[in-house]
């Protein structure tokens, strides 16, 4: 299946910097930070 | 098009993961010690323990599963003759270690070798930052030990080791000097909750902070506690915050069978280290299925991954930050598990307690402690014994009259 | 297959994700563990003790493919990500580059 390639409309734009600034795929956690661990 | 946006990471670790990120392994009931809150009773060796065979299963396991690390604790983990076996075992299968002590057996010589090993961590428990605070719970000469083994560690050049505080009534108010000792040792700070288990529940109304120092800890953390570990210790006062620079560090959920878990010295899986109880014991590694076929098949923690209804908590305005606070510190004071946290930031769990009848509070399954203990001196005992050999628990009672 | 850059992580940009190298050779580092989850992946990296998660099987798929591809785009393209999703993927890289989960290839 192929992807068409779209031009980015105005709305698209704010929602792919929302997901940049809100890092939605990437996330770090501290080993530390899970309770339950000595 | 747009992307699909993928549910926060609290909620898909909620569902749990086919094998836990880190967990804890007690590797022995046995310790020098005898702290009068000591979580898992410890102190006489369990006759059955883990061989050394079994040890190397488990970890066996927890490779093929990609338990990326394990705390080994116990008891006193170093007490084990095999113990520096397991650990070189465990790192050489892809296992890292961190394992807590209390520092009895970090000689020079042992803190050169872990100096020279990248993956072994090593916690030092401390509970007071004055030998006067500390060893009134952990013990005389306890204090000195730990200072002992810390001044060994750095030393031989080991940075960054943990220094792990349970914070009590009696020293909350020595946290800048905690900070100011891990300073000295260029040790990483971490300060824990005291929960009321094992032995903690018999010292839990002394012992606990108040409501006023609950508040001070937090109010601490937010300012102070940006290199500070907590082992997400403390989401019960999440209900304090209001807003997202308020925040505490770590996941702020319950990670008992969902991302972490306790085995215990005797192959026992339970839920989390502050649990250990038959209500939330999910089977044992040396059942057919092993670890794995417990973590990943027990019907404990099948109901632990479904969704949690907070219960009483859901009207709450704090819930979506405490999440109903900690599962085990309900357990252990006679709480329902749906209702708030024994130490409710709101205050919502005073009647509960009130009623809930003395003595009735569910007990510990295990009690390995030593069978004469030193009576801390400072503290006053649930029971003052009638004698050290009378073990009878209605010893000196008399009904009154009428 | 030697890491060009340090391993040690290094303070945020300020503009998130803009200055990570798309056409640069990139790997995941020597000392990271990947370990598949349902909904993505979770990364340890032994040496510095981090912990991130992906949360996209194709950000997995992404990050796995780098070392053989030619450059983090063209691991993107191949993985399947849109145009209109390459800034969101460029950021995460730079997120796992910032932590030391994925470096430069020298080669």
């Not at chain 2, 990471?9 to 569902?15: A, T």
């Not at chain 2, 040396?286 to 990943?296: D, E, H, I, K, Q």
Request: glycine share 8%.
């Amino acid at each position: 299946m192929t992807e068409t390639v779209a031009a980015i409309e105005p709305t698209e734009a704010a929602e792919v910097d929302e997901l940049i600034s809100q890092d939605l795929l990437v996330e770090e956690v501290s080993i530390d930070g899970m309770c339950g661990v000595y | 098009m747009t992307t699909t946006t993928p549910l926060p990471l609290v909620e898909q670790f909620q569902l749990g993961l086919d094998a836990p990120i880190c967990l804890t392994w007690e590797l022995t009931y046995a310790c020098n010690l005898s702290c009068v809150h000591c979580l898992s009773s410890s102190g006489r060796r369990d006759p059955r323990e883990l061989t050394t065979a079994e040890c190397k299963a488990v970890i066996d396991e927890l490779e093929r599963m990609q338990v990326f690390y394990v705390n080994i604790g116990g008891g006193e983990p170093t007490v084990r003759p095999d113990f520096w076996e397991l650990v070189d075992y465990a790192t050489e299968h892809h296992v890292g270690v961190k394992f807590s002590t209390n520092g009895v057996k970090i000689t020079p010589a042992v803190a050169q070798r872990l100096a020279a090993s990248d993956y072994v961590d090593v916690q030092i428990s401390l509970d007071g930052a004055t030998a006067e605070v500390n060893d009134a719970v952990r013990g005389t000469g306890s204090y000195a030990t730990a200072l002992l083994a810390m001044q060994n560690l750095a030393d031989a050049g080991f940075r960054g080791f943990k220094i792990s505080v349970v914070m009590t009534r009696q020293n909350v108010a020595q946290l800048d000097q905690f900070k100011a000792i891990a300073d000295r040792f260029d040790a990483q700070l971490r300060i824990t909750r005291l929960r009321p288990s094992g032995r903690g529940a018999d010292v839990w109304d002394e012992l606990h902070p108040t409501a006023a120092q609950q508040r001070e800890l937090y109010d601490w953390l937010v300012a102070r506690g940006e290199s500070v570990l907590t082992g997400d210790s403390f989401f019960h006062l999440s209900g304090f915050g209001d807003g997202a620079g308020d925040s505490l560090p770590g996941l702020n959920l319950c990670g008992a069978g969902r991302v972490v878990c306790l085995i215990d010295p005797v192959g026992d899986v339970y839920a989390c280290p502050f649990a250990i109880h038959d209500n939330f014991l999910a089977g044992n590694v040396r059942s057919a299925g092993g670890f794995t076929g417990v973590w990943r098949e027990s019907d404990l923690f099948a109901d632990l991954r479904r969704p949690q209804t907070g219960g009483a908590c859901t009207s709450c305005s704090a819930f979506d930050s405490c999440r109903g606070g900690c599962m085990a510190a309900k357990f252990f004071t006679g709480l329902p598990l749906d209702g708030p946290d024994p130490e409710c930031v709101r205050g919502n769990a005073e009647s509960a307690l009130l009623q809930v009848a003395a003595g009735s509070a569910p007990k510990p399954s295990l009690d390995h402690s030593h069978r004469s203990r030193p009576v801390a001196l400072t503290l006053t005992t649930r029971r003052a014994p009638v004698s050290d050999c009378n073990e009878n628990p209605l010893a000196g009672f008399s009904p009154s009259a009428g | 297959m030697a890491c060009a850059v340090s391993t040690e992580a290094s303070p945020s940009s300020s503009a998130p994700g803009r200055s990570f190298d798309l056409d640069a050779a990139w790997q995941l580092h020597p000392q990271v563990s990947v370990r598949p989850e349902r909904f993505g992946a979770l990364l340890y990296h032994f040496g510095t003790r981090r912990l991130s998660f992906l949360k996209s099987p194709q950000l997995l798929a992404v990050v796995g493919s780098l070392a053989e591809q030619r450059s983090a785009r063209t691991a993107c393209v191949s993985a399947g990500v849109a145009v209109a999703e390459m800034p969101a993927y460029q950021a995460a890289l730079s997120t796992l580059a910032e932590s030391a989960m994925i470096c430069e290839r020298s080669t």
